[in-house]
């Protein structure tokens, strides 16, 4: 499997990817300097908005979309898939090296941004907790559902961008029943419930509803995506 | 007796009327909207466009029926004039920006067809102007048609602008706002393509783009309170207050409680379309063509 | 023969189009070659026999199981599929060790070494796939195909690609894979060297099969078409006359100082000959048949589709 997951990890980790996001994660810590330095401001809130504003809603969604619906979507697309399939090796093997891949390179650039966006802005070592465990499992759960989404369909990007833009960014925010499965929502409560004294987003559910949604969406993703590999049609 | 001929057999030069670089233009801008709305191709390329055009369009087909079923005085607020309808559509219009300029601009270059099309009597400006006009005509489906659909439908039900010249006005502003919109829109959704030939990165780059704009001048401006004017960098502040302007409202609420000047958001939209047109003109005039 | 694959009744439709349709065979070890025009299906009948796709209909067994419901019977498969896409950023002989050390393959790096050695690839090539010819990515797909020592090779169009010289390599390679009882089964398009191989054929057009078994037999089934033969002779005018009036062909034409006949009865034609040769008086230099090779063949199975 460690084959599987370092030549996986190698194709994702293009430069262009890698630059354009790594200047994003730049952009986390830069402004929670600013924060720190800038007299005169509510520093708390303003280091909020960083974390959750920022980071948890754009940064980590984003950065966890563009790697993982490569992570299978590159190889099914160009048709290099079948070096990695025709092998015996367990379909869930497959699906868990392209997740682990995935994260590898989402974790040192989205999550790890915003916690030392947190701890930078030196408001309190809550908001950096809220903003661990949230961002960490905002990009476990987005990892493996657009992971999946690269194997099944065509422009996997350009539907996970729907999902977040749409469904996320606007449905998620005014309806209550779609908040509830909204993985950013969920994430977002997370990340206020642990920060505590902040607020919490809009439709925010309690902390167990919080925290099974991402998780349950994470389970059943790689579930389905081992699924898909063993009955798909691969090129 | 009639003479014989034969027409001859084999390659024939075509020796009909040559409709030259306009004509080339034309076509290749309605091949590429064409494209973009998924239309003569597989259904699955339909779904995307025509789901954000029913987002923009279905809250205007709503209010009008709003209008039509629920009495007067128990709409008030409710339903929106047409100068507050374009904070509705902001997340269809975004997402339809963002991929439809990478779907126009993207695939030439990753199937090298675009070499194909400069030996044609396209030149790279004809080509920019073509794809430029596919894109913002798209665009503008969701800028104008809305806001005045639901335009007719207030006036038709006697909800609307009072007399003729109200009506009138709002039109001429509907339009403006609406066309104002479309290239503003089009010129910053195509900066990213334009360095790119992955669509779907690109397509990435765009809502990256409008959101993260988004959280850091909201941060900058709020949090940091660095001053009203960073919140122009906001790109999904910034078209609609220009459309408040354009009805001759004023603004959003600001942190330091008064409205942003309206000739700092004339000049800001101005600027940001004329870079990112000024960008995107660069980059395609420069691409390497052959390998 | 004992049957490595066996296809029987395999038919697979993409909603309205049908790719494949009652295609039913048995494939034992040696070479067998895939023979059809684009659009027949070959791929997609590639794609079924390595349980990369599924058909709509009918089974597929490699060395009696499933192949789709056993993802460890990939260890005795080996595919070089058409598409040239590679892992662009490894080199050669990275490429070849991941597919070894997937197949859990002892020592896989020197397996991977040994494997592009046999298709005369450096392995100590430090440039990455990206910069390789298709020729050379064609020899490099084959070395991922055989570095675990498979029973069965199913190779796309390996010769695409490829200079004369190496497609003679090539197939001389093949041959021996056949000859050490393992079965390989190969597409191709270039006829007169795919008889090279073997004159074991599998001939697909338009989603069915339209032959199989060896080509020699299958242009003697043919036999509502008649024979085209060459005689070369210094009297090409006299010695076409007389066997017409011999009544053993149907038909005879002088063609640069040669004369080609139709006949639908080869042995008589061979017996009258000579004697019709002699009562014309002329010498006999060849009598060669124009239409018992593949090529032929193909075009013969294919007219009028």
Sequence with gaps: MSALYRTLLRGLATRGRLLALGALAVLAVLLAVLVRVRAGVDRPDAAFSVVDGYGVSVLVPIVSLVFASAALGDAAEDGTLVYLWLRPVARWRLALAAAGAALTISLPLAVLPVVVAAAVAGVGARLVAGALVGALVAAVAYTAVFCGLGLRVRRALAWGLAYLVIWEQAVARVAKGAARVSISVSTRTITARIARHFPLPRNAMSMPVAVFVPCAAALIAVVLTTRSLQRGEVA | MTDARILGTGYRTYTGPRLGPRHATWTLARHTFERVMGLRRPARYKVLPILTLVIAYLPAVAFIGAIALLPTRRLGDFVPDVARYYSFVTAALWLFAALAAPEALCPDKRSHVLGLYLASPLTRVSYLAAKAGAVATAVALVTLGPPLVLLAGESLQNAGPRGVGGFMSTLGHALGAGVALAFMFTAISLVIPSLTDRRGFAAAGNVLVLLGSAAVSNILAFGLRFGDGWLLVGLARLPYELTTRIFGRTGLPTPSRTPLPTAGVYLAATAVTAVAAVVTWWRVTRVVVTR | ?305
Aim: charged share 20%.
């Design chain 3, 1 to 305: 023969m004992t049957a490595t694959i066996t296809v029987r009744d395999v038919g697979k439709w993409f909603g309205s189009v049908v790719a494949l349709s009652g295609v039913s065979f048995e494939i034992g070890p040696g070479v067998t070659a895939l023979l059809g025009p684009n659009g027949a299906g070959k791929s997609t009948l590639f794609r079924i026999m390595c349980g990369l796709a599924n058909p709509s209909q009918g089974a597929v067994r490699i060395l009696g199981q499933d192949p789709r419901a056993n993802p460890s019977l990939t260890r005795h498969i080996g595919i070089a599929p058409q598409q040239e896409a590679l892992f662009e950023w490894q080199t050669a002989l990275e490429f070849v060790t991941l597919a070894a050390q997937l197949h859990g393959v002892g020592g896989p790096v020197q397996a991977a070494a040994a494997a592009l050695a046999t298709v005369e690839m450096d392995p100590r090539d430090p440039r990455p796939l990206s910069t390789y010819s298709k020729g050379m990515r064609q020899r490099v797909k084959v070395a991922q195909a055989i570095v675990h020592n498979p029973t069965v090779l199913v190779l796309d169009e390996p010769l695409e690609g490829l200079d004369p010289r190496q497609r003679l390599g090539a197939i001389s390679f093949f041959r021996a894979l056949g000859e050490q009882g393992r079965t390989v089964v190969v597409s191709s398009h270039v006829l007169d060297e795919v008889e090279r191989f073997g004159s074991r054929v599998l001939v697909i057009a338009q989603g069915r099969l339209v032959a199989e078994g060896d080509f020699h037999r299958i242009r003697d089934l043919m036999d509502d078409r008649p024979r085209l033969l060459r005689v070369g002779t210094d009297q090409p005018a006299r010695v076409a006359a007389g066997l017409l009036v011999s009544g053993v062909v149907q038909g005879a034409r002088v063609v640069r100082g040669t004369v080609e006949v139709e006949t639908s009865d080869a042995p008589a034609f061979r017996r009258a000959v000579a004697s019709v040769a002699r009562e014309a008086g002329a010498r006999l230099t060849e009598v060669v048949p124009l239409d018992e090779d593949l090529e032929s063949v193909f075009a013969y199975l294919l007219r009028g589709r």
